[in-house]
Every structure is written in structure tokens, then in C-alpha cells.
């Protein structure tokens, strides 16, 4: 059974913003140390391999955010996962797909290459992936059998939410009973989620499809049965409303595909370390009337720290290690 990990991880040291000032990298002063310690390990990660910082003509490098790079291919790990990544962005592919591709090849700080980086790689190794969720998930799969990126069957379609929301990576595949499923997941790196709070009403205030009644009313009517009324309040608001709204998508598949999928379930990723994100994600699996019941209440969480070991202790090469020091911070 698919289920939420609790394992507990390293925290941020309080006083990071002073060893960050001491490198010598510019800080965003918008950062707070979350943001600013991931930042900086994309700095240090693009210095240690010699990757070349964007910049303008007449800028030092001190003058930029040294999480951004000139260099299209250098945000991605392989050169397998550089081809799946071209071929995902070709025009016959990447079809209504939300890829931004200029912030997908040049921002190193961004959760969409860390999507491919992290499970690029499992795409195109089916046995590595079976190894890897098995790991994970107590030898549940009998197979994986196919992994997309920014995924949405039927975007804007009333069987689903009805908006564009869509999975950083969808995973498909057979238990060991038989059983087909899915595993839409949610991935964070440096995110608050709080971010976007100017769009939350106009989003649930929209109409739904065609149909005499708003985005909220369907939210509402698919939450029935997982959270209390009660609850709507503060799922209708940050930081829990992205985490809904994808939530209730996989919810939504699994009453639109019953005769696709015989269970299905989000899950969001995200670093142990990034506390917003910690927080957020415990106050959401409060709000829900079953919140240790992964396959009824169609939720789990789990954190990067440990989906990025697994990643090393799958594929033991160079570059999982170097996964370990981009992302983690593991350069002992």
C-alpha cells in the first residue's frame, strides 16, 4: 500500500544566510532561509562543475543569481534524460503541456528540471523503476508501467476539475494484486506555497466548464467524504489550495477512469528540510478525515531526502551521487 513517509531528516541551520554572505553569492533579498539555502546549493553545485552563469553583457558574475545558467543542457543530469527532455519539448509532443522551457533549461533553482532529473531516468529504465518504488513502498508493484511529466488526461474536461491543473510526473503501474494504478505526484524544491495568493479567488470563482456553477462548487463536491465541511475555509486558502486542487484531480480520475484504474493517489514531494513545505503538507493531512489512509483518502507525502538515496542506491553512478550534493547539500 502506497502510504506517507514520516522519516525525519536534517534541518537548515538557523544562522545559513551568514555562510551564504560569506561565499560570496548574491542573496535575493525576497528569499527567506529556505529559499536562500537551495539557491545557494544550485550556486555552489554550477561552480563545482564549472557551468556557466547567465549573465549580461557587462555583468560579473557577482552581479547575478548564480542559480541561473547560459548553457541549455547543463540543468540536467544525463545525457539520457537531455534527449528525453528534448524529445518531451518537441511541438508534436509537448502538445497543451505547461513546460516552460526557457525556466526548464536555464533556472537550476527550479522544481521542473528537478522533475525530469529525478525521475527521468526511471522513464527510461523500467526495471530500475520497479526497483525503486518497490523500495520505497514495501515490494507493492509488480510493475511500472509508464511515467509522464506536466500530465493531465483531459485538461478543462467536467469529468476532472475542470481547470488546467496537471501532475509534474504521472506514474502508471501494476501491483503485485493485480491491481492497475497511478501515482500523480506533486514535486517541491524551494516553493513556500504561498505562492500565487493573488489568483486563489479568481480561480474558485470561475465557471466550471460549461456548466451553471463555479470551480469552488466542484472543489467542494469532490471533497465529499474526505474532508469536512468545516475544512472548506481553509483548503479554499493558502497553502493548502495548490495541494487541493491537485489532490482532487487524482481524486476526480479515479471516479472519471474506474475502468482504467482500480486506485490512484497524489503525492506531494518535497524536501524535509524546506519547512513551509513541511508545515503545509501537515496541516493538509489534518484537514482530511483519513489522512493515514493513502488508497481511500487517495494522499501521501513524501520527502525528496529519501526519493533521492533510493535514486543513488538504485543506480550507484556518478551522477546520483552528484544528485546527493546538488539538491542535499551531501558533498561528505
Not at 103 to 116: A, D, E, G, V
Not at 187 to 201: C, F, I, P, Q, R
Request: aromatic share 12%; charged share 30%.
Amino acid at each position: 500500500m502506497i502510504k506517507s513517509h514520516d522519516k525525519v531528516y536534517s534541518e537548515i541551520p538557523a544562522d545559513i544566510k551568514k555562510t551564504i554572505e560569506a561565499s560570496g553569492q548574491k542573496m535575493c533579498k525576497a528569499d527567506n532561509r529556505y529559499q536562500a539555502y537551495y539557491r545557494y546549493l544550485q550556486s555552489l553545485w554550477r561552480e563545482t562543475n564549472h557551468i556557466p552563469v547567465k549573465k549580461d553583457m557587462g555583468q560579473s558574475d557577482n552581479d547575478v543569481y548564480g542559480n541561473y545558467t547560459s548553457d541549455p543542457h547543463a540543468n540536467f543530469m544525463t545525457d539520457g534524460i537531455r534527449s528525453l527532455v528534448n524529445h518531451e519539448l518537441a511541438p508534436e509532443n509537448k502538445g497543451a503541456r505547461l513546460i516552460e522551457e526557457t525556466r526548464l533549461r536555464t533556472n537550476l533553482l527550479s522544481s521542473q528540471p528537478l522533475c525530469f532529473n529525478l525521475f527521468g531516468e526511471l522513464k527510461l529504465n523500467s526495471d530500475k523503476a520497479l526497483q525503486f518504488f518497490n523500495i520505497l513502498y514495501d515490494y507493492y508493484f509488480k510493475s511500472i508501467d509508464n511515467i509522464e511529466f506536466e500530465y493531465n488526461p483531459a485538461r478543462r474536461d467536467s469529468r476532472l476539475t475542470g481547470d488546467r491543473s496537471a501532475f509534474d510526473v504521472f506514474v502508471e503501474y501494476t501491483s503485485i494484486a493485480g491491481n492497475k494504478g497511478f501515482i500523480g505526484i506533486e514535486v517541491k524544491y524551494s516553493e513556500t506555497l504561498n505562492e500565487g495568493a493573488d489568483s486563489v479567488n479568481d480561480i474558485l470563482n470561475k465557471q466550471f466548464c460549461n456548466e451553471p456553477r463555479t470551480r469552488r462548487d466542484r472543489y467542494r463536491e469532490l471533497s465529499i467524504g474526505l474532508f469536512a465541511e468545516t475544512s472548506y475555509g481553509e483548503l479554499e486558502q493558502l497553502p493548502a489550495f495548490q495541494i487541493w486542487r491537485d489532490h482532487l484531480l487524482a481524486v476526480s480520475m479515479c471516479k472519471a477512469f474506474s475502468e482504467k484504474y482500480d486506485e490512484g493517489v497524489f503525492l506531494f514531494l518535497a524536501p524535509y528540510s524546506n519547512k513551509n513545505c513541511r508545515d503545509g503538507v501537515e496541516k493538509y493531512r489534518n484537514l482530511l478525515l483519513n489522512p493515514d489512509d493513502g488508497i481511500d483518502s487517495h494522499f501521501c507525502n513524501a520527502w525528496l531526502e529519501e526519493y533521492i538515496e533510493t535514486l543513488d542506491q538504485v543506480f550507484d553512478e556518478e551522477w546520483t551521487k552528484d544528485m546527493k550534493k546538488r539538491y542535499l547539500g551531501n558533498y561528505n
